[in-house]
């Protein structure tokens, strides 16, 4: 599983096989959600509303890097670590 990022309990994943549109997994305790990258807005699952609203957040300022790392994994290449969200 190709964590991206780690914050506040939160698990950031990408999975190359993933289905379009682009988006990330978010896992936190028991929940899962997909988000889409473009839009930053839940497409499947749930989180809390609290760390929801984090992970948004969080997803607006590294919309440019969640996208590299989607098309890298499209192409078979290496994805990166993205700063977590910190101090929020």
Known sequence: ????????GI???MFIDDHNPPHFHAVY???EAEIIIHESH??????PPQILRK???WADLHR?????NWENLRAQKPIFKIKPLEGK
């Open 1 to 8: 599983m190709p964590e991206i990022s780690r914050f506040l």
């Open 11 to 13: 698990i950031i994943q």
């Open 29 to 31: 305790n028991e929940f």
């Open 42 to 47: 839940l497409l499947n699952g749930n989180l």
């Open 55 to 57: 992970v948004l957040y």
């Open 64 to 68: 440019d890097e969640l996208m590299q």
